[in-house]
């Protein structure tokens, strides 16, 4: 085995939470999903499998919704892209939690969860490796709030572990930003009961067990849910 396939992690799914109405970027998005805006020259999803390609990831589960079919229409079931694309879609509106359980037959073991909004530069397999390592159930990414983002802190990280994140109580002793790379471990997706929910509520569920991991990305991110990002993106790209 060479050295590196021996540093590559077990985790070679994805599901990417695409299903969202992307009000923020209207009028660009009235009529197509975010997924399929353009972005330097090709929809900004084409930008993200080719990310998840370059961090070895095999298979993409993305949980769509809002005008879903031109997604379909446009990457069929990924193969062009040297990917497997699965299309779990939903019939109703269920918030980022739901979506994702929502896709639980197609989930492997482990896998990876992208926002749908999201390009980011950290190494996933060294993410990944922390993760298994760890033994435990769940991951979040997070990024250092240096005071220049425009958002306020989110997370308390306390001996390697998030132990409190919020998007509404927000603390002075909260250093730390979701970062936007999350794993789970299939066993935990059914743990919780609602139908439509944030995925908040598996972070909060695996905060109360000790089980969500921290590791903390250099690597700043970038996303296109507001115009400003659109653009900022762009520039990084080129």
Partial sequence: MSHENMKRSG???I???AG??????????????KSMVSVSGKPFLEHQIALCKKNGIEEIVLCVGHFWEQIRDYFGDGSRYGVRIIYSVENERLDTGGALKNALPYLSEKFFVLYGDSFLTADWQAVARAFEKSGESGLMTVFRNDGTLNVPSQIIVKNGHVSEFTKTDFKPEMEFVEYGLNIFRRDI???IPEKSFPI?????????????????????????????GLKELEIYIG
Avoid: W
């Fill in 200 to 228: 908040g509520y598996y972070f909060d569920l695996l905060i109360a067990e000790n089980q969500l991991l921290s590791y903390e990305s250099p690597k700043k991110f970038f996303e296109i849910g507001c115009p400003e």
């Fill in 189 to 191: 997706i059914d743990r």
């Fill in 20 to 33: 969202g109405l992307a009000t923020r970027l209207h009028p660009i998005t009235i009529k197509i999903p």
């Fill in 11 to 13: 985790i070679k799914q």
């Fill in 15 to 17: 599901v990417i939470l």
